[in-house]
């Protein structure tokens, strides 16, 4: 891997000295997104593999190239996952690409987009030079924070080289099903006494329901069960 960070660093520098911009790309899955790639490329899919996870501390180190399955894949065996359920587009989809793209998946609205998960980066700038900002754990920032800067910059600031982001378990499965869920909130039907006769509605119905004869119409199926509102008069 050491050859691979001397070899992106030489293409960067003579990017640089030509005035030629750089396109980087991983395995191309969001190429549809933003602008028209332009320049040379320099490509990221052999900078591959998981550096540091730590199931108990909730946190994973992996390098740009790794493919997002390959992520997802030693996280299931924890029972933990991505909480951004981030989109792939394509089955070797990076998490260089991931986290330089910003997109998230359906549980942004309840967990956080990615920038919300990133706890620490290892870039390269245009110079052709290593910088570290962040760390593993929550509050590691003392000053600007570039780490999630570099989130969702579309490659434009610097070259992502490592990535540490925050997972979470997975959510225990649920018995019942959401259609259950859902009938538990609907309002229950009121039970009314059954609607009273013609000729009961005097003092002798009163008697026997022991209710007055005007409350003694509400029949059952007459009465809206959220509104209290007569249906059928």
Request: with cysteine; net charge positive; proline share 8%.
């Amino acid at each position: 891997m050491e050859n691979l960070r001397e070899q992106f660093s030489e293409a960067i520098k003579q990017a640089g000295e030509r005035r030629r911009p750089v396109r980087i790309r991983g395995s191309g899955s969001k190429d549809f997104y933003g602008n028209v790639p332009k320049g040379e490329v320099l490509d990221t899919t052999r900078y591959t593999g998981i550096v540091d996870y730590a199931p108990e501390e909730l946190v994973i180190t992996a390098r740009a190239g790794t493919p997002l399955a390959e992520i997802e894949a030693a996280l299931a065996e924890k029972n933990q996952m991505l909480p951004f359920e981030p989109p792939h587009f394509g089955p070797r989809a990076t998490l260089g690409g991931c986290v330089a793209t910003g997109l998230s998946g359906p549980r942004r609205a309840t967990a956080g987009s990615v920038r919300d998960f990133v706890l620490g980066t290892n870039i390269m700038d245009g110079r052709g030079d290593e910088l570290t900002f962040g760390g593993q754990v929550m509050k590691n920032v003392a000053g600007y924070d570039v780490s999630r800067l570099i989130t969702g910059s579309m490659g434009t600031l610097a070259l992502i080289m490592e990535v540490s982001l925050k997972v979470l378990p997975k959510p225990a499965p649920r018995g019942r099903s959401a259609a259950a869920d859902f009938r538990q909130l609907l309002p229950r039907p009121r039970t009314h006494p059954a609607p009273v006769r013609r000729g009961d509605g005097g003092a002798g119905g009163a008697e026997k329901t022991g209710r007055s004869g005007a409350g003694c119409r509400r029949g059952f199926l007459a009465w809206h069960p959220r509104t209290d509102r007569q249906l059928f008069p």
